[in-house]
C-alpha cells in the first residue's frame, strides 16, 4: 500500500467522521483542527523521503487497516480495578486514559493545591477556556505530518494546570492505557501547564492490556512559565503489536527547569519525537532517554533541543541496548539561535549491542549559530568490553551473569538521572527484569492477558 | 595442587608460551621473575581462563582436575584467583554489589546458601581491615578512578574475601607504595594457610622480602629456564638475566 492510499484513508475519515470530530470541544481547538487537516493533506504521512523520518517508515504501521473510534467508549471493567500501580513507597495522583481518551471513571483526586486544575481536554477547551486557548497548539511545530494528523484527529487527552507559586509534592501519574477487542488507532492529546514558581513532578506510563495491534498518535504539550520546575518521566511498557508515535514539545520560560525522561522498555515500533524550546534565557533543560530492544523492534528517537534565548542550558544523553534483529535510530538536532549567546548544550548517544544483527543509525544535527556557545556532542556504537567481561568470570562470576551485570551497569547512568527516588528504584527493577528476559510489562496488570 | 606439563599458548599467530613445566605443592610460595615480555602475565592469564590465548599443547591439572577443560568462572570457583596486573576499570558495576555477586556465586558453587546482607558486611569489614582498605572505595564502581596502588589494593581485597587455594599474584608490588607493599604482603600472608599455594610474579626482590619463596623460576621466552631456591632472587637483583641469557645459548 503506498502513502497515498494512507492519505487518502485520512482523508475519508476526516470527511466522514467530521460531526463526531468536532464534536464536544471548544471552536479553537476545531480551528486548528481545519488547519493542520488542509497541511496534512498536502504533506501527508512522512516517509523515507523526509529527512527526520529517514529511520523509520512509517507507511510500514499506517497501511495496517485499524479501527478508528470517534467517540468515548465505555470500558466493559472498572480501569481502576484492572490497572494498580506498583511503584512501591511512592504516592501519586493518578489519571487513567483509555485509547487516547479520559478515562470517565477516573477517581476523584483528592488534595490538590488551590487551583490546580487535572481534567479531560475537552473539558478544559470549555470550562476553562481562557487558559486552553492561551496555550493550545502554541508550542508544537508543524514540520511534519504526525504533528498536524494529531491535531487534525485529537479529540480528548488530559489537561493538567499548576498555578503560580505552587509546589505539588505528589507526583502526578498518568497511565495511557490501550484495550480494544479489534485493531485500533489512537490519538491522545494532553497539555500540561505549570504556572511562574511552581513545581510538578509526572510518570506517565504507556501500556496495551489487549493483545491486538494498536497505533496511537499521541501528542504532549508542556509549557514550563517562568522559574518553573517539571519533571517529565515517560516509561513505555507496550507489546511488540503496538505502535506509539509519540510527541512531546516543551516550552521553557525564563529560569525555568525541565528534566524530560524516556525509558522505551517495550513496543513494536516506537518513534520518540522530543522538541524543546528553550524560549526564555537561563533555562536549562534535561533530555535522558533509554531503549532496551529485542526481537524486531524499532526504536527512533528524534529531539530537538531549541536555543531560542540567550544563556540557556541543555543536556541531552540517550543509551540503549539493542539485541536480536532490533534496529534504533536516534537524531539529535540542537539549534543555537543567532542571538543565543552564552549557550552550552551538549548531547551523547551512546549504544551497546549484544547481538550481531542488530542495527543502530545514530546522527547528531547541529545547528550553531552563535558565537559564544559551549557545544559537544558524542555518539558511540560499541559491544560489551571483554577485558572487564572476563575481569568478572574470573572473580567466579558465570559468564551469563558478567555480561548482564555490564549491561546493567551501561543503562544505570540514565536511571539514576532519575530524581524521585521511588521511581528511580522501580525503574532499574523493571530494566533490570527486562534485561533478564522476565515480562516486566505486564505485571501490574491484573488481567494477565498474556498468562 | 598444580601441575602444568608442556604448556604451549599462542595469541594470533604469536607463539608466546613455548612449553611451560611446574609443579606447585599444597602451601608452597613459588616466585617467577624474568624480563619483559618473556610471557608471565600470559601464563597467568592462560591460568585464569581467559579466551584470547589459544593452548595448543600440553596439560595442567588443579587439585587433579583438568583446569584447561574449565571455563574461567569455574576455575574461580574451585579456588584459582589471578591478580591482575593491570586491573581493570568497570564503570557502572558497583563494588559491593560486584563482591557480594562473587562471593554468592562462589557459595552456590559449593552449594551453600547466599550469605545474609549482616553476614557479608561483616565478612567484607574484617577483609577491609586486612588490607586497609580505604571504605570509601567500596561505594565506586569497581576499580573506576582508583589510583594505581588502590587497584592493587583492590586485587588483594577480593583474594581476601573469595580465600583462593592458589593465588597467583602478577605485580602486585607495581604501583604500591613502601607502606601499602608491607600492608598488603602481610595481609597475603595471613592469608596464608597450609593448604593454600601463592605464584608470585614479580621484578623486584622487596616483594620478596616480605612474601618469602620456596622455589624461584625464571621464564624467559615462554619457558622456565631456571629455576632454584629464594638465593636467586638477589643474585637476579645484582646481576639481572644477561648471564642466564648467555648461559642458555651456551647449551
Ligand atoms: N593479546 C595479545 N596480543 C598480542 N600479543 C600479546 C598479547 N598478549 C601478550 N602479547 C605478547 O606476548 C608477549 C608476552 O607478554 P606478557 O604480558 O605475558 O609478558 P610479561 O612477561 O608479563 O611481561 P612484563 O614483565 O612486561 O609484564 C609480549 O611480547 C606481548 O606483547
Ligand atoms: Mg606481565
Given at each position: ?25 471548544n ?12 497541511r ?14 529517514k ?30 500501580c506498583?511503584?512501591p ?212 528517537n ?120 521511588p ?29 | ?14 607463539e ?17 621473575m624474568?624480563?619483559?615480555?618473556a ?15 589459544d ?9 587433579g ?38 562471593v ?145 645459548e651456551?647449551?
Amino acid at each position: 500500500m503506498s502513502v497515498e492510499k494512507i492519505n487518502k484513508d485520512f482523508q475519508d475519515l476526516f470527511v466522514q467522521g467530521k460531526e463526531l470530530l468536532y464534536n464536544g470541544v471548544n471552536d479553537l481547538m476545531n480551528e486548528k483542527r481545519e488547519i493542520a487537516f488542509n497541511r496534512f493533506i498536502e504533506g501527508g504521512i512522512p516517509d523515507k523521503k523526509n529527512e527526520n523520518y529517514k529511520n523509520t517508515d512509517l507507511s510500514k504501521i499506517y497501511e495496517r487497516d485499524y479501527n478508528v473510534v470517534l467517540n468515548y467508549h465505555r470500558q466493559d471493567v472498572d480501569l481502576n480495578d484492572v490497572f494498580t500501580c506498583d511503584v512501591p513507597n511512592l504516592d501519586t495522583h493518578l489519571v487513567l486514559t483509555t485509547n487516547g481518551w479520559y478515562y470517565a471513571r477516573n477517581h476523584e483526586l483528592s488534595g490538590l493545591p488551590d487551583g490546580v486544575i487535572v481534567c479531560s481536554l475537552q473539558e478544559a477547551s470549555i470550562k476553562h477556556k481562557d487558559l486552553f486557548e492561551k496555550h493550545y497548539g502554541k508550542y508544537t511545530i508543524s514540520d511534519n505530518g504526525v504533528t498536524d494528523l494529531n491535531t487534525a484527529f485529537a479529540q480528548d487527552g488530559y489537561f493538567i494546570y499548576v498555578p503560580e507559586n505552587v509546589i505539588l509534592e505528589k507526583t502526578i501519574q498518568i497511565v495511557n492505557l490501550m484495550r480494544a477487542n479489534a485493531d485500533l488507532m489512537s490519538f491522545q492529546r494532553n497539555l500540561i501547564i505549570i504556572g511562574k514558581n511552581s513545581q510538578a513532578k509526572f510518570m506517565v506510563c504507556d501500556h496495551a492490556l489487549s493483545s491486538v495491534n494498536f497505533l496511537s498518535n499521541n501528542l504532549t504539550e508542556i509549557c514550563a512559565e517562568e522559574n518553573a520546575v517539571v519533571d517529565y518521566y515517560q516509561l513505555q511498557s507496550q507489546t511488540l503489536k503496538c505502535s506509539l508515535v509519540d510527541s512531546v514539545f516543551v516550552n521553557q520560560e525564563k529560569n525555568s527547569n525541565v528534566l524530560n525522561h524516556t525509558v522505551t522498555l517495550y513496543g513494536g515500533l516506537i518513534r520518540n519525537n522530543i522538541f524543546t524550546k528553550l524560549s526564555g534565557e537561563n533555562a536549562e533543560n534535561h533530555t535522558y532517554g533509554m531503549y532496551l530492544t529485542d526481537s524486531v523492534q524499532h526504536v527512533d528517537n528524534y529531539t530537538y533541543i531549541d536555543h531560542a534565548s540567550a544563556k540557556c542550558f541543555s543536556k541531552e544523553n540517550f543509551k540503549g541496548v539493542l539485541d536480536d534483529k532490533s534496529t534504533v535510530g536516534f537524531t539529535g538536532r540542537i539549534e543555537v539561535r543567532p542571538d543565543s549567546q552564552q549557550t552550552e548544550a551538549y548531547q551523547n548517544n551512546n549504544n551497546l549491542l549484544i547481538s550481531d544483527d542488530a542495527k543502530v543509525f545514530t546522527k547528531p544535527q547541529l545547528v550553531i549559530d552563535a558565537d559564544d556557545v559551549k557545544c559537544s556532542h558524542g555518539a558511540t556504537v560499541g559491544q560489551i568490553d571483554e577485558d572487564a567481561l572476563f575481569y568478572l568470570r574470573s572473580r567466579g562470576i558465570g559468564a551469563k551473569e558478567a555480561r548482564m551485570m555490564m549491561v546493567f551497569a551501561f543503562t544505570n547512568e540514565i536511571i539514576g538521572k532519575i530524581r524521585i527516588e521511588p521511581i528511580r528504584e522501580r525503574v532499574a527493577q523493571l530494566v533490570e527484569k527486562r534485561l533478564r528476559g522476565e515480562d516486566s510489562h505486564c505485571d501490574a496488570c491484573k488481567l494477565q492477558c498474556n498468562k | 595442587m598444580l601441575e602444568i606439563k608442556d604448556l604451549h599458548a599462542k595469541v594470533g599467530d604469536k607463539e608466546i608460551l613455548k612449553g611451560v613445566n611446574l609443579v606447585v605443592k599444597p602451601g608452597e610460595v613459588h616466585a617467577i621473575m624474568g624480563p619483559n615480555g618473556a610471557g608471565k602475565s600470559t601464563l597467568s592469564s592462560v591460568l585464569a581462563g581467559r579466551e584470547v590465548f589459544d593452548v595448543t599443547k600440553g596439560e595442567v591439572h588443579f587439585q587433579g582436575k583438568d583446569l584447561l577443560a574449565l571455563p574461567a568462572e569455574d576455575r574461580a570457583r574451585e579456588g584459582v584467583f589471578m591478580s591482575f596486573q593491570y586491573p581493570v576499570e568497570i564503570p557502572g558495576v558497583n563494588t559491593v554489589n560486584f563482591l557480594k555477586t562473587a562471593v554468592n556465586e562462589h557459595r552456590k558453587y559449593k552449594g551453600l546458601e547466599p550469605l545474609a546482607a549482616g553476614a557479608f558486611l561483616k565478612l567484607m569489614r574484617e577483609k577491609q581491615a586486612l588490607v586497609e582498605m580505604d571504605a570509601k572505595l567500596m561505594n565506586r564502581s569497581v576499580n573506576e578512578g582508583f589510583s594505581g596502588g588502590e587497584k592493587k589494593k583492590n586485587e588483594i581485597f577480593q583474594m581476601a574475601m573469595l580465600e583462593p587455594k592458589l593465588s597467583i599474584l602478577d605485580e602486585t608490588d607495581s604501583g604500591l607504595d613502601i607502606d601499602a607493599l608491607r600492608i598488603v604482603s602481610q595481609g597475603v600472608n595471613t592469608l596464608k594457610t597450609p593448604e593454600t599455594s601463592t605464584i608470585v610474579i614479580t621484578h623486584y626482590q622487596r616483594l620478596l622480602d616480605y612474601i618469602v619463596p620456596d622455589v624461584v623460576h625464571v621464564l624467559y621466552d615462554g619457558r622456565i629456564v631456571k629455576t632454584a631456591g629464594r638465593e636467586l632472587v638477589a643474585e637476579l637483583e645484582e646481576k639481572g638475566y644477561d648471564w642466564i641469557k648467555k648461559e642458555l645459548e651456551e647449551h
